[in-house]
Structures are given as structure tokens and as C-alpha cells.
């Protein structure tokens, strides 16, 4: 099976910075795109970046010049960058990747893992 790990949140003040991490395990032959998604108390999850196997990136527009995602594709981990963090990015962060493996291709998700931002 193919398993995601997310770390790197935590409490911080706003404009403070993190780096989250998403690394990937078991028996994966490549991994395609690979994203980060937020989901803020009593609303939906939204997608905060995304990249390619090419390194292409989108971004949601709120997040813009102030998140970097990348990869290392050798490490199978995804990492997002946060700068200029704002109350408004609280939220749990999960990691998604579209993941050829063993058994096939899927799309796995991670726990999650929870940002605060203090005013």
C-alpha cells in the first residue's frame, strides 16, 4: 500500500513562515501530480497549490507570491512553503498524490496536519 505523511504545522503569529512536508512510502513506482489542500473549520476543502511530475505549479489566488510547492521527486515528498502567514490560512493541510503503484494507480491522501495563525 502507498501511505502519506504530513508534518511541519504548528502554531505561529501572522507573517511568521512554515514548511510543510508530505512524504510518500511503500511500493510506488512514480508519482504524478502531487497537491496541497486546506480545510478551515465549517468549510469546504480547497486546493492551495498544486505541481506536476514536469514542476508545473498552480496556485489558489489567496495564496499567491506567499506559498511554494516542491518536490523531490528521488524523496517522494511534496513541500509548501509558507510565507506571510495570515489568520485566514488556518486550517488542517493535507497532501494528495496520484500515485502508480504496485497495485495500480490511485489517489492517496495524507492525515493532515493542523496550521494555526495568531493575530
Known amino acids: 500500500q502507498v501511505q502519506l505523511v504530513e508534518s511541519g504545522g504548528g502554531l505561529v503569529q501572522a507573517g511568521e513562515s512554515l514548511r510543510l512536508s508530505c512524504a510518500a512510502s511503500?511500493?510506488?513506482?512514480?508519482?504524478?501530480?502531487m497537491g496541497w489542500y486546506r480545510q478551515a473549520p465549517g468549510k469546504q476543502r480547497e486546493l492551495v497549490a498544486a505541481?506536476?511530475?514536469?514542476?508545473?505549479?498552480n496556485y489558489a489566488d489567496s495564496v499567491k507570491c506567499r506559498f511554494t510547492i516542491s518536490r523531490d521527486n528521488a524523496k517522494n515528498t511534496a513541500y509548501l512553503q509558507m510565507n506571510s502567514l495570515k489568520p485566514e490560512d488556518t486550517a488542517v493541510y493535507y497532501c494528495n498524490a496520484e500515485v502508480f503503484y504496485d497495485s495500480g494507480y490511485d489517489n492517496f491522501w495524507g492525515q493532515g496536519t493542523r496550521v494555526t495563525v495568531s493575530s
Open positions: 505541481i506536476t511530475g514536469g514542476g508545473s505549479t
Open positions: 511503500g511500493s510506488i513506482f512514480s508519482i504524478n501530480g
